[in-house]
């Protein structure tokens, strides 16, 4: 059964096949990491809601649902390389120590180098970005079948 996560209105469970640890929030967020992914839930508020989590390694993908983007424009999500803000429903981050990439299934997410918010991405569905320690401008390309395949059946998707 799942646990209560901190004071948030989540639940933490397993989930076996594939092996991942699901995050879901009673507003309708899903977080998804696999099970080696370090996940920090972020409320600073301290009101139950989560505003992002920051994700130090691993992969995670997000989804939220229509009901829950309007109660959730702000939420982020922070690795070491980058910051990833929901602007829509369904997508994912990989992160290994050399970059973060991010990939957008559904909706649009904005994606800017954690360093620095100035030359800031929006990606739409289809659409995925590498960020690294390069301080170049960010490059928004479409990713081929496999690349997606490949990070999507890490979910079981």
Known sequence: MGTAVAQTRCTETTRFDPPLRVLRCTDGLLLETERNATLRPIDRNGDGRLEGAEL??????????????????GFQILTPHALASVRGTVYAVDVTNART???VERGRVVVARRS???GAVTLGPGEGVDVDADQGPLEVRRWPQERVRGLLERFGQ
């Open 101 to 103: 990439a991010v990939f």
């Open 116 to 118: 620095t918010l100035d």
């Open 56 to 73: 130090g390694g691993g992969a995670a993908l997000i989804t939220l649902p229509p009901s829950a983007r309007v109660r959730r424009e």
